[in-house]
C-alpha cells in the first residue's frame, strides 16, 4: 500500500510538473513583479528606486489616467449591454428557424467572431471610409451631403468602435442564448399555448425567467471582456492625431511602458486593471454561484 | 408558474382558436424574415470586404455600389503573395500557434488528469489557484511579461510570442470536469491489470475525451492565430511578425491601396474560417464549455 501511494505520489508529480512550471514562471512570478515594479520608477527594462505610492498618486492626480478609465467604462457600456440584448433577441428569431435556414442564419452571425482582431478592423475601416466607403451613402445625407471621417470624429469614436465590436462579438453570445433557449423544454410552451398564453405572456412567463442565468453569464461575460479593450481602439485611431482623448487603460498602460519607457507608472495602472477586473471577476462568481443554489 | 398565472393575461378560451392561428401565423412570418434580414446585414460587411478585393484598384474607387466586380482580377492577391512577407506570417503564426497548441493541451490533460485522480499534497491548493486565476486579465501583466522574456532574450522570437499565450487555467478546468465523469469502473479494471496513471491517461481517460481535445486544440489554436495585443508587443521586425499583426502593417508599404488591404486581410482570415466551417461543431462546444456551459 505505501509503495502504490509513493507511485501516485511520483505519477502526481510528473503530470502536474509542466503545468506548475508554466504557471509560476509566466502567471505567479509575473504578477507578483508587477506589483513591486509598481512602488518604483523604474524604466521598462532595468532596475528602479523605491517610490511608493508616487505612481498611484500620479495615476489619481494627472488627467489622462482618469480619462482612460472613464472611456474604458464608456466603452464597456456601450458595447456589453446592447450586445447581450441584441444577441438575446437574435437567438429568439434563429431559434424559431428550422433546418438549413437555421443553420446558415447562425453561421452569419457567427463568422465575425472567427476572425482576427485586424481584419475586422480593415473590413469596417473600408466600410466606412471617408471617400470612397459604402456607408458614406448613408451618411452623407446625414451630414449635410459632405462624407465624414467617423473614425476621425472623436464623439463618434467610441460608439462606432463600440457598434464595430458588437458586429465582432454578437456571435460568442448568440451561441450561448442559442443552447439555453433549446434547453427550455417545449411541453412548457406547448402547455402555455393551451391555456392561451399570449406569446409575449409567454417570453415574460416562461422564457424571460429561464434564459435569465444566460443573460446573466454573458453580460458579465461581456463586461469582463469588454474592460480589457486595447486592440480595436488602437487599431483605429492608428495615424490620429488626438490619441489622448479616446485613450482605454490599456491603451494607456501600453503607452507608459512601451513608448514613454515609465515602467513603474504603467505597473500601477496595471495593478488597478488587476484589481477591478478580479472585482467584477468576485461578483460575476457570486452572482452565478447565487443562481446555482437557488 | 401556475396555470391561473398565465391564464389570467389571456382573452377567454373559446372564442380564440380561428383569429390566434392566423395573428401566429403572420408573427411569425414577420420574425423569420427580420431574422434572415438580419443574418444579411451581418454577413454583408464581411462580403463587402471580400468582393472588393477582386475587383481593380480603378474600379474600387469608382462610384456607385456594384455588388459584384465588372473586371473580376486576382492582381491584389498576386500582388499582396509577392510584394509582402505574408508567406513568412503565415508560417510564424502556423508554428507559434501549433506550438501553443500543443503546449497547452498536453500540459491541461496532464494536470487536469492529475488533480481529478490523484491523491497528492496540495492538490486542494492547486485546484483554489487554477480557480481563482480565471479572474486575472492577461492585458494587465504585458508589462512584466516583457520584462521576463527581455530577461530570457526572448524578445523578437518565437518562443518569446509563445511563452505569455501559455496560460491556460480554463483548459485544466475542462479537463479536470470530463476526467472526473469517466466511470470509476474503467480505472479499477486498468488497474488491476498492472496499468499505471501514464498509460491510464494516454490510454483510457484522453481517448475516452477525444472530442473535448479536438475542441479545446481547435480553439486555442483559433486564439492564438488570432492574437493582436502579445505578438504585436513582442515581435519589432517583420520576418518575426505573425499574419494578425502583419497584415496592419501593409498598409505603410504601399500606401493606400484598398484592394490590396483587403487581400491580404482575407488571406489573414482564410485558415480560421475554414477551420471554423469544418469543424462548426466542436468550436461551438468548446465555445460553450470555455463559457461554463456543459455541452
Redo the contacts between chains.
Keep these: 500500500m505505501l509503495k502504490s501511494k509513493r ?3 511520483f ?6 510538473a ?3 512550471v ?2 509560476g ?3 505567479v ?3 507578483i ?2 506589483v513591486e ?1 509598481s512602488f518604483t520608477n523604474a524604466p ?2 532595468g532596475p528602479g528606486k523605491w517610490v511608493g505610492l508616487d505612481n498611484y498618486w500620479r495615476l489619481a492626480t494627472e488627467r489622462l489616467f482618469p480619462t482612460a478609465v472613464w472611456n474604458t467604462i464608456y466603452f464597456v457600456l456601450l458595447s456589453a449591454l446592447p450586445s447581450t440584448l441584441l444577441a438575446l433577441v ?1 437567438a ?3 431559434n ?2 428550422k433546418g438549413w ?1 437555421q443553420s ?2 447562425l ?3 457567427f ?2 467572431y ?6 475586422v ?4 475601416d ?2 466606412f ?1 471617408a ?2 466607403g ?1 456607408a458614406q ?1 448613408a451618411i452623407a445625407p446625414l451630414d449635410g451631403g459632405q462624407h465624414l471621417s467617423v473614425f476621425r470624429t472623436i464623439p463618434l469614436f467610441m460608439p462606432m468602435v463600440a457598434v464595430v465590436t458588437i ?1 465582432w462579438l ?1 456571435g ?1 453570445n448568440v ?2 442564448f442559442v ?2 433557449l433549446r434547453n427550455i423544454s417545449t411541453e ?1 410552451y406547448e ?2 399555448e393551451l ?5 409575449w ?1 409567454q417570453f415574460k ?2 422564457t424571460w425567467p429561464l434564459i435569465w442565468p444566460v443573460t446573466v ?1 454573458v453580460l458579465t ?1 461581456q463586461l ?1 471582456l469588454q ?2 479593450i ?2 480595436q481602439v488602437y ?1 483605429f485611431t ?1 495615424g490620429g492625431y488626438r490619441v489622448d482623448s479616446t485613450m482605454v487603460m ?1 491603451q494607456y ?2 503607452r507608459e ?2 513608448q514613454l519607457n515609465k ?1 513603474g507608472l ?2 500601477s495602472a ?2 488597478v ?2 484589481v477591478l ?2 472585482v ?3 461578483l460575476q ?1 457570486q452572482l ?1 454561484r447565487a443562481r446555482a443554489q437557488r | 408558474m401556475t396555470d391561473t398565472a398565465l391564464v389570467s393575461d389571456a382573452p377567454p378560451p373559446a372564442a380564440r382558436p380561428l383569429v390566434r392561428l392566423r395573428q401566429l401565423d403572420l408573427f411569425g412570418a414577420v420574425v423569420t424574415l427580420a431574422t434572415l434580414a438580419g443574418a444579411v446585414v451581418w454577413a454583408f460587411p464581411l462580403y463587402w470586404g471580400l468582393v472588393t478585393t477582386f475587383k481593380p484598384e480603378t474600379e474600387i474607387v469608382q462610384p456607385g455600389v456594384h455588388l459584384w466586380p465588372q473586371n473580376f482580377t486576382f492582381e491584389n492577391y498576386a500582388h499582396v503573395l509577392m510584394q509582402t512577407k505574408i508567406g513568412l506570417w503565415y508560417v510564424n503564426s502556423l508554428v507559434t500557434s501549433g506550438a501553443v497548441t500543443v503546449i497547452v493541451v498536453v500540459m491541461a490533460a496532464a494536470a487536469g488528469y492529475a488533480i481529478s485522480q490523484l491523491e497528492f499534497p496540495g492538490r486542494r491548493v492547486f485546484w483554489a489557484m487554477i480557480l481563482a486565476s480565471f479572474m486575472v486579465p492577461i492585458p494587465a501583466l504585458i508589462v512584466n511579461h516583457f520584462v521576463l522574456m527581455s530577461q530570457f532574450g526572448w524578445i523578437n522570437t518565437l518562443q518569446g510570442v509563445v511563452a505569455p499565450q501559455l496560460i491556460a487555467p480554463v483548459t485544466v478546468i475542462i479537463y479536470k470536469q470530463f476526467f472526473d465523469s469517466v466511470p470509476k469502473d474503467f480505472r479499477e479494471a486498468a488497474v488491476m491489470d498492472g496499468a499505471n496513471d501514464f498509460q491510464l491517461l494516454f490510454r483510457i481517460y484522453l481517448p475516452m475525451n477525444w472530442g473535448i481535445t479536438t475542441a479545446l486544440a481547435i480553439i486555442t489554436f483559433i486564439g492564438a492565430w488570432n492574437l493582436f495585443l502579445w505578438p504585436f508587443l513582442a515581435v519589432s521586425s517583420e520576418e518575426k511578425l505573425n499574419v494578425a499583426v502583419g497584415i496592419t502593417q501593409v498598409h505603410d508599404a504601399f500606401g493606400v491601396q484598398y484592394g490590396r488591404d483587403l487581400a491580404v486581410a482575407m488571406l489573414a482570415a482564410l485558415p480560421v474560417a475554414i477551420v471554423y466551417l469544418i469543424f462548426q461543431r466542436r468550436v461551438t462546444q468548446a465555445i460553450m464549455l470555455s463559457a461554463g456551459i456543459k455541452g
Design positions: 507511485a501516485e505520489y505519477a502526481a508529480a510528473v503530470l502536474m509542466p503545468f506548475v508554466i504557471y514562471v509566466l502567471f512570478y509575473p504578477t513583479k508587477m515594479l521598462l527594462i437574435v429568439l428569431g434563429v424559431r428557424l435556414a446558415v442564419a453561421a452569419a452571425f463568422l465575425p472567427i476572425l482576427p482582431v485586424s481584419v478592423y480593415r473590413i469596417w473600408w466600410m471610409d471617400n470612397f459604402i451613402y458586429w454578437l460568442f451561441l450561448l443552447s439555453g412548457i402547455a402555455a391555456d392561451g398564453a399570449s406569446r405572456a412567463r416562461i453569464l461575460i469582463i474592460f480589457k486595447f486592440d487599431l492608428q490599456v498602460i501600453y511602458a512601451f515602467g504603467a505597473a496595471s495593478v486593471l488587476f477586473i478580479a467584477m471577476s468576485v462568481f452565478l
